[in-house]
């Protein structure tokens, strides 16, 4: 397999296209195009605007009463007319885009129409819903109305007899809904099958699964090295697929493979769409254990996808240096803004001297609609919205409010509403949310 690695290398870069067909993606010959992060990892620029993604950005100051306190976001989802905003203790709130509290949604309990925990949340739009998932309630899915009324249960059995992963599980897009799963690293004794996403019906019976290339033939290696019972093993654990939904179209990238893939709802199958190219990899077992060993990341990995009308944005890391490569969809040009960050080391205690490691890493661009430094993304919404999520006190320590009112702006209302919010904004209130709605 080593020999052959030259040549499909050398194969790849004579396949890469440095323009991009305005009507397709993919090259004429029907392959999918490449993105050579490697051979342009030094067409760095200072920073990336946001204003290339996005046509405005809107502050929202989330109301603080006794009633819509916020100790924690775990998720946040936004719609046209309402912010959704999950904490994990306190459970599902809704505000107004203008941040007033509304209701919240999913009261706790053990009633036929109350959930025990909340693990995961989603919002349907268009059917003005709120799907709720917990991992301990044997009717693990419950769908409610937006004013926070219960509506349904939606799945009756636990989901671990399906799958199991430990982060966030279902997915929407449009009227399609998804599953998502990483190796099954405690439940595999129910759940033999290694599959990364599935297709499902509106009560969530799998109709299609889909597979990660790069597990293919390795079903008793990852079986030998899962998990089925808590301990001290350096296990293997495999990211959550990344996905994005801009424009009302599905895009993928598996843990681990060089292929971003693209949904086709005619075949509701997912088809190549670009190829990146990031240079030398770690080998498969490297790439996969759960405790890192400190060369991995000397290899440059991609870890997550940003799709806008005119650019597509891969967040990376190499070493202790997070870069985010901006893809030209029109001219194929690749830049790439570099900032060092912090590799985390976290020993656990009692273990066989395991020390877990993290790059530090968050996908920002330079906020030059509003101002106020950078624009972290930390969630993602409806295909259309990117939301950073500032907390009081990190705002007023980090924005220079003088220079705020005089720096350059492409929203000088935007700015002045900055302003306002932090000439009165107390440390302990609930948070602020900038909201970026892309073009």
Not at 118 to 133: D, K, P, R
Request: proline residues 4%.
């Amino acid at each position: 397999m080593k020999t052959l690695l030259p040549f499909l290398l050398l194969f790849l870069f004579a396949n890469c296209n440095s323009k991009n067909n305005p009507d397709s993606e993919k090259e004429d010959n029907g392959q999918p195009l490449c993105i050579d992060l490697a051979g342009n990892i030094n067409n760095t620029v200072a920073s990336l605007p946001l204003s290339e993604a996005a046509e405005k950005v809107d502050i929202v100051r989330l109301e603080t009463s006794d009633k819509s306190f916020i100790r924690g976001v775990e998720d946040i989802e936004v719609t046209t007319h309402d912010i959704f905003v999950f904490d994990r203790n306190e459970g599902i709130f809704r505000f107004d885009r203008q941040g007033k509290f509304l209701n919240k949604v999913g009261k706790k309990g053990e009633g036929p129409e109350e959930i025990l925990s909340i693990w995961q949340m989603m919002i349907n739009e268009a059917e003005e819903e709120v799907y709720l998932y917990s991992l301990i309630d044997k009717n693990c899915i419950k769908v409610y109305n937006f004013d926070g009324s219960f509506k349904r249960v939606a799945l009756r059995n636990r989901m671990e007899n399906t799958f199991y992963g430990p982060s966030n599980l279902i997915f929407s897009f449009k009227h399609y809904f998804f599953l998502q799963q990483e190796l099954p690293v405690l439940f595999i004794e129910n759940n033999p099958e290694i599959w990364s996403f599935a297709l499902t019906d509106s009560c969530f019976n799998i109709q299609k699964k889909f597979y990660n290339p790069s597990l293919a033939g390795k079903d008793e290696e990852i079986i030998q090295n899962c998990a089925p019972n808590y301990g001290w093993k350096n296990y293997w654990m495999e990211g959550l697929t990344d996905t994005d939904t801009y424009n009302q179209q599905l895009i993928m990238k598996y843990a681990g493979v060089d292929t971003i893939y693209q949904y086709n709802e005619n075949n509701q199958e997912f088809e190549p769409y670009y190829t990146i190219l990031s240079g030398e990899q770690p080998s498969f077992e490297m790439a996969h254990q759960w405790i890192k060993d400190p060369a991995f990341f000397k290899f440059l990995w991609v870890y997550k996808l940003f799709d806008t009308q005119e650019y597509l944005y891969l967040l990376a890391g190499k070493s202790n240096v997070v870069h985010t490569f901006r893809y030209d969809k029109q001219s194929g040009k690749i830049a790439v803004a570099k900032k060092e960050s912090t590799i985390i080391e976290r020993p656990f205690p009692g273990s066989p001297n395991f020390v877990f490691r993290e790059l530090r890493k968050k996908f920002q661009l330079q906020n030059d609609i509003s101002g106020g430094g950078d624009f972290s993304v930390d969630y993602k919404s409806q295909g259309k919205y990117w939301i950073d999520e500032c907390t009081p006190s990190d705002l007023l320590e980090q924005i220079d409010v003088d220079g705020l009112k005089t720096g350059k702006v492409k929203d000088e209302a935007a700015r002045d509403k900055l302003v306002q919010v932090l000439s009165t904004i107390a440390e302990d209130d609930n948070p602020v949310l900038f909201i970026a709605t892309l073009k």
